[in-house]
């Protein structure tokens, strides 16, 4: 098992940034890509289910700039220049959980959300489901917290705390289970 301690992130690490197609039209530092609206990058989502069919969530780390301590899916994060969807997902999988699962797929979307001064995401985000029983040793520089939650609980708690949870989660959960239950079916009860 890898160090639960690891830095694996850093804010000059450059990005792919793409059009409204996904198309690549450049690199630029994870920093500039976040500052003031945010310039449009790919990105990916990524929601890992037990055996029991409750989602893995985790609560962001204090030190992250966009949204620090709310509660997310699984894991999210961007490939890096040079870096394909497929491997920037296993190495994020490693480095944030230290786990490797099969994922599959489910659909791609943009959205652009602003943190008050501090910046924005603007992503072109590809999400995709998995499932996992694996133990878990989660990165303390990007995880403050993990938890596994049944759908019907995760609705009870968007519908009373909905403050308390990052805005592409909630998007990407109202797109799983409104335009892809059949898929989100064979992970979980909807």
């Keep these: 098992m890898e160090s639960a301690d690891k830095v694996v992130s850093s804010d000059a690490e450059e990005l792919i940034l793409v059009d409204e197609n996904d198309t690549e039209i450049g690199f630029l530092s994870k920093t500039k890509c976040h500052d003031g609206t945010g310039m449009l990058h790919r990105a990916f989502s990524l929601f890992l289910f037990n055996e029991a069919g409750e989602l893995l969530l985790q609560q962001r780390s204090e030190s992250k700039r966009l949204w620090p301590g709310y509660w997310s899916n699984t894991c999210c994060s961007h490939p890096r220049k040079g870096e394909s969807i497929a491997i920037a997902i296993r190495r994020r999988l490693r480095d944030e959980l230290n786990i490797e699962t099969p994922l599959e797929f489910v659909y791609k979307f943009s959205y652009q959300a602003e943190f008050g001064s501090t910046g924005s995401e603007n992503e072109l985000c590809h999400v995709y489901l998995g499932r996992t029983n694996d133990v878990m040793a989660p990165n303390e520089h990007e995880i403050s917290a993990i938890r596994f939650i049944a759908a019907d609980s995760l609705l009870r708690e968007f519908e009373s ?16 289970t409104e335009e892809y239950g059949d898929v989100l079916s064979r992970f979980c009860d909807v």
């Design 161 to 176: 705390m909905p403050e308390q949870f990052t805005p592409w989660f909630k998007m990407e959960w109202l797109a799983l």
